[in-house]
């Protein structure tokens, strides 16, 4: 059973084990009895945020069951997105990274001639 919040007006805030039916019903107080409502807590994140991060949450949220329209423009940018293994930002996309090549010296241990020369091999 999931625990909810609830808030009493005199005690304040104390929590509760409920069903998914009894979460929207009030609850007695256990100091007091005095039935109280369910309160939802808000992360501290979400009110320190930024407004405009705050309303790309909100439409995010709102657009999430959106329906998604598919034109030829869409259907290619899914198609790389699925194709593309590493993560945004991986930079394997960008033409003007340089690519690292193996070199093998003659007994056999890997040199690396690359932009990043502190890099280790796995």
């Known amino acids: 059973m999931p625990v909810y919040d609830y808030r009493c007006t005199e005690h304040g805030v104390f929590n509760q084990l409920a069903t998914i039916a009894q979460s929207a019903e009030p609850a007695p107080c256990p100091q007091?009895?005095?039935?109280?409502?369910?309160?939802?807590?808000?992360?501290?994140?979400?009110?320190?945020?930024?407004?405009?991060?705050?309303?790309?949450?909100?439409?995010?949220?709102?657009?999430?069951?959106?329906?998604?329209?598919?034109?030829?423009?869409?259907?290619?940018?899914?198609?790389?997105?699925?194709?593309?293994?590493?993560?945004?930002?991986?930079?394997?996309?960008?033409?003007?990274?340089r690519k690292s090549q193996v070199l093998y010296t003659p007994d056999g241990s890997k040199i690396f001639p690359s932009a990043r020369p502190w890099m280790i091999s796995h």
């Open 32 to 97: 007091c009895g005095t039935m109280a409502g369910r309160v939802i807590m808000v992360s501290p994140t979400m009110l320190d945020m930024a407004p405009g991060n705050r309303d790309a949450h909100a439409r995010n949220e709102k657009a999430r069951e959106a329906p998604r329209f598919s034109n030829p423009e869409s259907r290619l940018e899914d198609k790389a997105r699925r194709e593309h293994k590493h993560g945004k930002g991986c930079g394997c996309s960008d033409r003007s990274v």
